[in-house]
């Protein structure tokens, strides 16, 4: 099968003055339509690096990136196929919102991007109104600000304000890390259930292996900048073959591989 | 009996804006020596109120409603303020989760800990340094000498927590209060600094009180664990009870909750509604509005936190249902 998105060798190189920082070194991966890929690694790992080269934000110095076939970028030219196919959740809802905006006018700014005519089909109020309690938010919402949330309703906010150009990819950077246990066993559930529903690809960033081994079909293990093992999820969880790996796996605290009775 | 703290009943309310809010009510749980208790709960539920409490730290708005904090069968609580700060420091050490704000950013390593030898104990400065140094080593930090001439700032998360241990450690203690000490640090070096606590633990006596949200945590080094819900303590006994046979619908919902044990594709166990408003508490038990297994009587009385059926001496449930499993 086609892949959706195919990284081949990319590399990234940050500069200032003589100093030279390599932040990723030949990363090679590709997602299937449909498929959530993860990838893992400390901090420092160069993951969220490769998130942004995807986005647009930051262009690679070596290497291409293919979506849908067709290359993201020109030298350091990026070029979009359709404005808002890509779209990203954040970490932390509390620095990705801008304060001064009310909830309505942060969830609909992306579709500044888009042509007018999509521009107010994709804004109708019908439209919003669906879109958020889609999410779990309510309409009188729409008109607050963002320090009125809790941390599990901001990221609603901001999985709202990614889905509203009805995008097919979305990078999702440690998305509930920031959250408690149970305010993000509510966000992942939401989710799988918008994955489904919108046939969603995700690439999901985290350093957190629990949630990638629940979340993901395939991953890669980052370390230092390189990918040290790919693969699908359940075979790396199961048999890890690169050191690195094994010593993530055998930090992990060991509550997952208890019984425990939980039935309620 | 080895019976290091032991807390009462503990109550604490803030007021801001003229009202009253109860942050902890009836707060019992208490701490051997040498022993490793989690305190387990999600953000607002009183964990780092009660740590706070025990230190002697609360901000000026709060105040303690009721109860006794016992160490070493000293209320800390009626203890004059000289005497708390005495203790504090030297037997009573501490670990926040942000090691940056626990160092002074413009003095090297070294002398921050020489500083701190001295105030507790009576050597010379050159003594100190020496101390200081060994107590780098303490903590596995691999060139001691090297890093006791560093700053703050040159140092990664994962080497500023230890020197912020080995700063704690090193009157040493005979309590070590950690709040979420592990939260910013990578797996691998969480890894580290947990089996450092454990060790400390197991050589020098130390009882370390090991507040985190995190049940995987827990499960890796706690002997025992205090879950707390809203400014109360729902559910208590070894990590063995808690976390494998848990009894309380809380404590239930928050292991169901987690990705460890969830099958891939299958939704996780999410717990409907928000904690409680704590300004207008409910009469009955807190978790009721948000319990599955909720029946009248918890909506009216409020349970008490007692010996769950079974065997065990150990396991104390709040919860009208849970007692009896």
Sequence with gaps: MKPLLELSEISKEYRKGRQRFQAVTDVSFSIARGETFGLIGESGSGKSTVGKMILGLEPPTAGTIRYDGKPLWNGTRFSRLRPGELQIVFQDPQSSLDPRMRVEQIITEPLLALPEAERREKGSAERLRQLIARVGLKPEHLNRFPHEFSGGQRQRIAIARALITDPSFVVLDEPTSALDVSVQANVLNLLQELKRERNLTYLFISHNMSVIRYMCDRMAVMQKGRIVETGSAAEIFARPTHPYTRTLLSSLPILSTKKVDTHV | ?325
């Design chain 2, 1 to 325: 009996m080895n019976m290091l703290l032991e807390i009462k009943n503990l109550s604490v309310s803030f007021s801001s804006m003229q009202e009253k809010i109860l942050a902890l009510r009836n707060v019992s749980f208490s701490i051997q020596k040498g022993e490793i208790v989690g305190i387990v709960g999600e953000s607002g539920s009183g964990k780092s109120v009660t740590a706070l409490s025990i230190l002697g730290l609360l901000e000026k708005n709060a105040t303690i409603e009721s109860g006794s904090i016992f160490y070493k069968g000293t209320d800390l609580i009626t203890l004059e303020r000289k005497a708390l700060q005495s203790l504090r420091g030297k037997e009573i050490g501490m670990v926040f989760q942000e090691p940056m704000t626990a160092l002074h950013p413009t003095m090297r390593i070294g002398a921050q800990l020489a500083e701190v030898i001295r105030r507790h104990r009576r050597v010379s400065w050159r003594e100190a340094r020496r101390l200081a140094v060994e107590s780098l080593a303490e903590v596995h930090i691999r060139d001691p000498e090297l890093v006791a001439r560093k700053y703050p700032f040159e140092l990664s998360g994962g080497m500023r927590q230890r020197v912020v241990i080995a700063l704690a450690m090193s009157s040493p203690p005979e309590l070590l209060i950690a709040d979420e000490p592990t939260t910013a640090l990578d797996v691998t070096i969480q890894h580290e600094i947990l089996k450092l606590m454990q060790e400390l633990a197991i050589h020098r006596g130390t009882a370390v009180m090991l507040i985190t949200h995190d049940l995987g945590v827990v499960s890796q080094v706690c002997r025992r664990v205090v879950v707390m819900y809203a400014g109360e303590v729902v559910e208590t006994g070894t990590t063995d009870e808690v976390l494998r046979h848990p009894r309380h619908p809380y404590t239930r919902a928050l292991i169901g909750a987690l990705p460890d044990l969830a099958e891939p594709g299958q939704p996780l166990m999410a717990i409907p509604g928000d904690p409680p408003d704590l300004r207008r508490r409910p009469p009955g038990c807190a978790f009721a509005p948000r319990c599955s297994r909720a029946l009248p009587v918890c909506f009216e009385d409020h349970p008490l936190l007692e010996l769950a059926a079974g065997e065990s001496f150990t396991h104390y449930v709040s919860c009208w249902g849970g007692k009896t499993g």
